[in-house]
């Protein structure tokens, strides 16, 4: 009886101290969970930010990770988003996928979602790169994801941050049988910093260096002189409103709408303006009252299988006057190429266009002020040169540029092009 009693108190304490010795509470399993997966939150997010990027915020669960950032060191925003991706997938190799929202200045443009294991596979050479790309999905609608990451604060703060940027400014005109080729070559330094979310203050000084045009063109004076609200508006629109001083001397307020289609593949727009003429010659200001109105409706069309985009803008121009533009452009990458026509009140014109990115493919951005060239070099010669049919101004914060080369529809073309993740510096 005594070894029975002693066999059976053998047995009561190896299970008592089985289960509160040896076995971990549930709760503290938990809470073990949450620290590896804060702990590898904090890993992803160092590697991003000592990287370069902005505004940066992570989220794990069971399934995925999604990753919010801004990229203001990449020249091209898809070499960003291979650099993010090669970046977090050591550390999410067992998760379904990876959801990217990119940002421009704290305004989160699109989703772009990545299956882990696929993209494994092609890094290990298992699949194409056209396979990759055709399982990736990159959409304008991401509100579900957008409200599970908002609140976290965001890390790398951009705002009062400045951009000093040099861009080289070139006019010309042929055809003159005294002098054939007149031109006109500027330095248009640039200092510019976001504020809050969707505000930009930016100002320029435009240098003369060479000048066959206008002889009031010889002194520095003032560019462009802005303060600009983006906003992103519900169903894929943006809305852009600007005032201050704006390209071909004018002066006043703007507004610009855009609203996107088929996850970008065609748009309708908007752009309303309420202007002066202002100039700026031997340090004095020479302005006539606001009085002049540009109202101007678009559309566009995608061709993503050509990455062509065709254009009708119909409406009234600067100095009332009224006529329709068609514009045809072609992307490779960052290069554009393109050809437009218009036929306005004051005739018929016609001619070219072009932007090519420059040299570097990526800027310091880890101090308070960044010092770099402009993105891209762009230049729209006219074969009228004289002819003041068709005009509009630039207020230097165009929706197209704010959405900096992210749309769903030249995304996803571009992905099974240039896909070569292992080649990210």
Not at 18 to 34: A, G, M
Not at 36 to 59: D, H, M, P, S, T
Not at 245 to 255: Q, V, W
Not at 392 to 402: D, H, L, R, S
Request: hydrophobic share 35%; charged share 25%; with cysteine.
């Amino acid at each position: 009886m005594k070894y029975k009693f002693t066999a059976t108190l053998f047995i009561f304490w190896s299970l008592f101290f089985t289960q509160h010795v040896f076995c971990i509470p549930s709760t503290e399993k938990k809470n073990i969970s949450e620290l590896k997966r804060a702990n590898r939150e904090y890993q992803i997010k160092l590697e991003l930010i000592k990287e370069g990027f902005k505004n940066v915020a992570i989220l794990l669960d069971d399934k995925q990770a999604i990753i919010t950032y801004e990229n203001m060191h990449y020249r091209y925003e898809l070499t960003a988003v291979k650099k993010v991706l090669r970046l977090a997938i050591p550390f999410l190799q067992e998760k379904e996928s990876i959801l990217l929202i990119p940002q421009n200045r704290k305004i989160p443009l699109v989703l772009i979602t990545v299956p882990v294991k696929k993209y494994l596979d092609f890094y290990q050479e298992r699949i194409s790169s056209n396979d990759l790309a055709n399982l990736i999905d990159i959409s304008f609608k991401f509100d579900s994801t957008w409200k599970k990451i908002r609140k976290i604060p965001r890390e790398n703060n951009s705002s009062y941050t400045f951009d000093f940027t040099l861009h080289p400014q070139l006019k010309a005109q042929f055809g003159n049988y005294g002098d054939p080729v007149e031109s006109q070559l500027n330095l248009v330094p640039e200092l510019g910093t976001t504020l809050w979310p969707g505000m930009r203050l930016s100002a320029q000084l435009i240098i003369p260096v060479h000048n066959e045009l206008n002889e009031e063109d010889n002194y520095f004076r003032p560019g462009i002189l802005t303060l600009n609200q983006t906003f992103r508006l519900p169903r894929n629109t943006f809305l852009s409103t600007s005032v201050g001083y704006f390209t071909h001397n004018r002066y006043g307020a703007d507004l610009q709408l855009i609203k996107y289609f088929s996850n970008g593949l065609w748009s309708i727009g908007a752009k309303i303006g309420y202007t002066g003429t202002a100039s700026y010659t031997k340090g004095v200001w020479l302005y006539t009252p606001l009085n002049d109105y540009t109202t101007l409706l678009n559309a566009e069309y995608r061709l993503p299988q050509y990455d062509l985009s065709l254009k009708i803008t119909v409406g009234q121009y600067l100095f009332r006057d009224k006529g329709l533009r068609f514009d045809v452009m072609r992307e490779f990458g960052e290069v554009k190429i393109g050809f437009f026509a218009l036929k306005t009140e004051q005739g018929r014109n016609g001619g070219f266009k072009f932007s090519v990115p420059l040299f570097p493919n990526k800027y310091p951005s880890k101090k308070w002020i960044r010092i770099h060239p402009a993105k891209e070099f762009a230049w729209e010669y006219r074969y009228r040169g004289l002819q003041q049919g068709g005009i509009e101004y630039n207020t230097g914060n165009e929706i197209e540029e704010f959405i900096e080369l992210l749309n769903p529809a030249f995304v996803k073309s571009q992905f099974s092009k240039r896909l070569n993740l292992k080649n990210v510096n």
